[in-house]
C-alpha cells in the first residue's frame, strides 16, 4: 500500500501558550519537539512547525504515512499530548502538486 498525506493541527491549550508558557510547558513542548524531529527524519513528516494565526498560534504538519491508524497513533504518542497539555486533530489530504524546499 502506498503511503497517505495528512493534515495534522496540534491545537495549545490557550492561544496565548507561545508567550507565557510555564516551565513544565516549556519542557513538554522541547518533549514534542524532539519527538517531532524523530519523525521528520524517519520520512514521516513533510514540512512542520508554528503557524502563527491572527486567532492564535498553533502546530500544523504535513504527515506522510501508511493510514489514518498510524497518524493517531502518532498523536498519541506525542509526550506533549501524553501529558494532557496539547490536543490534535487530522485529516486526510489528496496531494494536488508539491515542491522541494531548495
Known amino acids: 500500500m502506498s503511503k497517505q498525506h495528512f493534515d495534522f ?3 495549545p491549550p490557550r492561544v ?9 510547558e516549556r519542557a513538554l513542548m522541547l518533549e514534542h519537539v524532539r519527538y517531532t524531529r524523530e519523525a521528520f527524519d524517519a520520512g514521516k513528516i513533510l514540512i512542520c512547525g508554528p503557524v502563527r494565526a491572527s486567532t492564535g498560534a498553533f502546530g500544523a504538519a504535513m504527515l ?7 497518524v493517531q497513533k502518532f498523536g498519541d504518542e506525542d509526550p506533549s499530548l501524553k501529558a494532557g497539555m496539547n490536543t490534535f486533530e487530522f485529516c486526510p489530504m489528496k496531494i494536488g502538486a508539491a515542491r ?3
Open 9 to 11: 493541527k496540534l491545537i
Open 16 to 24: 496565548t501558550l507561545g508567550a507565557d508558557m510555564s516551565a513544565e
Open 64 to 70: 506522510e504515512m501508511e493510514d489514518a491508524a498510524e
Open 100 to 102: 522541494g524546499l531548495v
